[in-house]
T-cell receptor
Framework: GAGVSQSPSNKVTEKGKDVELRCDPI?????LYWYRQSLGQGLEFLIY????????KSGLPSDRFSAERTGGSVSTLTIQRTQQEDSAVYLC??????????FGQGTRLTVV | AQSVSQHNHHVILSEAASLELGCNYS??????LFWYVQYPGQHLQLLLK??????LVKGIKGFEAEFIKSKFSFNLRKPSVQWSDTAEYFC?????????????FGKGTKLSVIP
């Protein structure tokens, strides 16, 4: 596709359940980012993938969060045993190395 | 690691007022600089970027930013704001210092323009 695609666009889940969020980056973009945006909290960095390098996981808030990027393309962010404080918009972005990041529309996660 | 500071959390202006939003990054080296904008209910989009050359960069919708290397700054300006500029603005930096070119964002500045 022409842009970064995220799915689902909205997800409501019960506390304690696991969720998977998907990101399809722009073809050819080697860099991929996950961010979290909570109301009034700005952009919170989660994880960064760059080519075949080890990902920078320094932003993941707990060991309940994990992400993988298969074949240098699609990425999945997994949140295990969701908590209410995990409710936020999860944003994915991709870029060429050092270049402009293109953002997806985000996945709005609501934990009830 | 690189960090980005946006000093204003929320700015409120009347239409036709001039705008300047501050952005400072933590250390030098070779940097690429960006301003992104997020209009209410929309996704983040690029406003302007600086890679090299003329430190005064012009972007969309009349915005411009000036890169001042000695001050580690990349402030965003607009001579006359409109109600439609109401949005949240994010400054971002990539640097090659660690070899990763990882994009680092500031916390954002919310701009409210009063008609």
């Amino acid at each position: 596709g022409a842009g970064v695609s995220q799915s689902p666009s909205n997800k409501v889940t019960e506390k304690g359940k696991d969720v998977e969020l998907r990101c399809d980056p722009i073809s050819g973009h080697t860099a991929l980012y996950w961010y979290r945006q909570s109301l009034g909290q700005g952009l919170e960095f989660l994880i960064y993938f760059q080519g075949n390098s080890a990902p920078d996981k320094s932003g993941l808030p707990s060991d309940r969060f994990s992400a993988e990027r298969t074949g240098g393309s699609v990425s999945t962010l997994t949140i295990q045993r969701t908590q209410q404080e995990d409710s936020a918009v999860y944003l994915c972005a991709s870029s060429l190395v050092g270049g402009e990041a293109f953002f997806g529309q985000g996945t709005r996660l609501t934990v009830v | 690691a690189q960090s980005v500071s946006q000093h204003n959390h929320h700015v409120i202006l009347s239409e036709a007022a001039s705008l300047e939003l501050g952005c400072n990054y933590s250390y030098g080296g070779t940097v690429n600089l960006f301003w992104y904008v997020q209009y209410p209910g929309q996704h983040l989009q690029l406003l302007l970027k600086y890679f090299s050359g003329d430190p005064l960069v012009k972007g969309i919708k009349g915005f411009e930013a000036e890169f001042i290397k000695s001050k580690f700054s990349f402030n965003l300006r607009k001579p006359s704001v409109q109600w439609s500029d109401t949005a949240e603005y994010f400054c971002a930096v990539t640097d090659s210092g660690a070899g990763s070119y990882q994009l680092t964002f500031g916390k954002g500045t919310k701009l409210s323009v009063i008609p």
